[in-house]
């Protein structure tokens, strides 16, 4: 074994954590880290697969096609039972495998998903084994050039012609092109469009059509329909993002998604059940986003981890002529050690929400909505928290790593960017915000009137004035349920607070009020309730959990540094309010820097926990178990393009006439 091999082994043992057992525990149980690993490994395993170039470096169709030829490999081995195939479950972890955002992963996560939940039985018997097959290969055209979050104002129509019992697919302005599907600009021959439906002149809504855009042998876009790439861009750079517009396109009347609606030969139209449904392919993917989050930090988390212990600075032990590791440094320990807490808050509150996701498809299919709704409102606020948060730990982390933080080869630079489009995608925070926030309102509305509200969503709205009325009464703040209680109180404040706000009359409207003078606080509310239920769920989530005492001793300190940061970032209401005093607060920041100092003997244990396999973190030149950082960071620079010549062509015509007319200007 190798020496970091050997240290690294030392600081996962001599936490006492059982760190195989935790690490099952994260992926969900030993038959889904299995399952997760049979694919990391089998992915691994197959050089066409791993190898890796700068992408740094390649041209955006280099790297586009390079990740193509990786896609084919991928669907051979599934052919030869070697790994699973790829579909809506498992897509994001190929993408952890190969590293790089999955490049049909639209077609998996979303084309595939909407196909199933609003198809049609015959519509999914006459198409699911294609779709499976790639033969259809399909994206999700929803997002528009001048329309993203208000999916009502989408402007593509569908106008149906009775005559011909065909809807006609049109773009009427620009506005209405379809701009930023994945998967749409050079690769899918079909997509599932959404437009707006219209019957003899009435608008019917936004409804969901399954259309071919390509032909099958030349795959050139069908008459009538333009589309293309929309050009380099930050954040997913070698994803296929396309534009789609279409001038007067002829689709049957059969291409309707029909399971819940369908339009008649006359041109009625029939609802067979909720529309509603179709939301729950929405909800799905913002799920999934909660778990991609969770993965990718503890990826990124044992990268700079690792490396803040190769890295040493400064003479600065007492007695000692050793330089201090730099994670030892009181300062880095308080920028990484809350990121792995709050990894371990977001892996509670996913596995939370995934159980609830799976109870409100049982829900669904006796048609009953309740859940679906409030599964809407606590997975808005959770995505635009988290996907925020990420971003910010991601940079943190980028900084702890120092210059070569910066570098490609680092590791950190590329999920940088990769992560960026998802605070963004799938609902934009504020706008998302607000829609828990108007559902925190209405609920705290209902609750005064004597209606039951759902307590695993909506915990404290029935007894938010009661939480109110009541103080700490404690000199310190230091169990969980104490930490978790500042941040219960701060959060019923403050939408009380905003509450009151709204209601007071002051002359101005509820529109004007909420939008232009109270919006801000609304998002904190929104911001404030994901904070609160993360918090729950991990604590809640820990005290059932079936670990060994050790392991379960070292998340509670972690539970409990989440907390206290959250107190001290978001608890100001609490203060205000006196449900605490500043010397509480005081307390509270004296604690959360005593629990980092003796969680630090177990960071190790916890860190590498999730990581069952050394190919999650390949590519990564400082967290490598080789050790080295400086010979492998080296030996990849010598590897640059533009080393490949030791003299570039251009210094002849370029550099040499500088240099001469420096000379020149040096002699006046």
Not at 295 to 307: D, E, M
């Amino acid at each position: 074994m190798k020496p970091f091999q050997d240290q690294l082994r030392n600081e996962v043992t001599s936490s006492g954590i059982d760190y195989a057992e935790l690490g099952t525990f994260v992926w969900g149980g030993q038959k889904e880290q299995d399952y997760h690993k049979s694919i990391v490994e089998g992915v691994n395993a197959d050089p066409v697969i791993t190898y890796r170039p700068s992408y740094g470096e390649l041209y955006r169709e280099e790297g586009f096609f390079n990740n193509l030829k990786r896609v084919q490999r991928i669907n051979e081995l599934a052919k030869q039972g070697k790994i699973p195939a790829v579909d809506t479950y498992n897509y994001g972890t190929f993408a952890i495998a190969i590293g790089v955002l999955y490049p049909t992963s639209v077609h998996h996560g979303m084309f595939e998903s909407i196909v199933k939940v609003l198809g049609s039985e015959e519509q999914i018997e006459k198409y699911w084994e294609d779709i499976r097959a790639y033969k259809i290969l399909g994206c999700y055209a929803q997002t528009e050039m001048g329309t993203g979050s208000n999916v009502q104002g989408l402007e593509t129509q569908a106008v149906y012609n009775e005559a011909t019992e065909e809807f006609v697919i049109h773009s009427p302005t620009v506005k209405a092109a379809k701009f930023w599907p994945g998967d749409l600009g050079k690769l899918a021959n079909h997509a599932v469009v959404f437009a707006k439906l219209i019957i003899k002149g009435e608008s019917y809504g936004i409804h969901a059509f399954f259309m071919q855009i390509r032909d099958f042998d030349t795959h050139t876009p069908l008459k009538g329909i333009e589309i293309g790439d929309i050009g380099p861009k930050y954040g997913y750079p070698l994803k296929d993002n396309g534009y789609m517009i279409f001038n007067k396109v002829r689709i049957p009347r059969s291409a309707i998604l029909s399971k819940y609606v369908n339009v008649t030969k006359d041109g009625i139209i029939d609802i067979k059940g909720d529309p509603r449904i179709a939301y729950a392919t929405m909800l799905y993917i913002r799920v999934s986003l909660l778990t991609f989050n969770w993965q990718t930090l503890f990826i990124n988390l044992a990268n700079t981890l690792r490396y803040s212990i190769k890295r040493t600075q400064f003479k600065s032990i007492n007695n000692s002529h050793s330089e201090r590791k730099i994670l030892d440094y009181q300062a880095t320990q308080t920028k990484l050690i809350p990121i792995l807490a709050y990894t371990y808050a977001n892996n509670f509150m996913s596995h939370f929400c995934q159980s609830l996701h799976d109870q409100m498809l049982e829900d669904i299919k006796s048609s009953k909505f309740k859940l679906m709704n409030d599964l809407h409102v606590l997975i808005s606020c959770l995505k635009a928290h988290y996907m925020q948060e990420a971003i910010d730990s991601l940079m943190v982390m980028r900084e702890c790593c120092g210059g070569h933080g910066f570098s490609t080869f680092s590791g950190i630079t590329g999920w940088i960017e990769a992560w960026s489009p998802n605070v963004t995608l799938e609902g934009d925070g504020y706008v998302l915000y607000q829609q828990t926030t108007k559902k925190l309102v209405k609920m705290l509305n209902k609750a005064s009137k004597g209606s039951h509200i759902n307590s695993e969503v909506y915990p404290y709205i029935e007894t938010i004035h009661q939480v109110a009325e009541t103080k700490e009464t404690s000199e310190e703040v230091r169990t969980s349920e104490q930490l978790l209680n500042v941040l219960q109180a701060a959060l019923c404040h403050q939408l009380l607070d905003l509450v009151s706000k709204l209601q007071t009359q002051d002359g101005h409207s509820f529109d004007v009020k909420w939008n232009k003078i109270h919006q801000v606080q609304a998002a904190q509310v929104s911001r404030l309730h994901a904070v609160y239920m993360t918090a729950k769920a991990f604590v809640e989530g820990l005290a059932k959990a079936n670990l060994k005492a050790k392991t379960k001793e070292a998340l509670d300190k972690l539970a409990k540094i989440y907390l206290c940061e959250s107190i001290l970032r978001y608890g100001e209401y609490a203060l205000i309010k006196g449900y605490v005093t500043p010397r509480h607060m005081v307390g509270v920041s004296s604690y959360f820097l005593e629990l980092i100092e003796s969680v630090r003997p177990d960071v190790f244990g916890l860190s590498e926990a999730p990581i069952f396999n050394e190919g999650l973190v390949q590519g990564a030149a400082l967290g490598n178990l080789e050790g080295d950082y400086a010979s492998q960071l080296f030996e990849l620079a010598k590897f640059s393009k533009l080393n490949t010549k030791t003299v570039l062509d251009g210094v002849k015509d370029h550099v040499k006439p500088l240099s001469k007319k420096l000379k020149n200007f040096a002699k006046m």
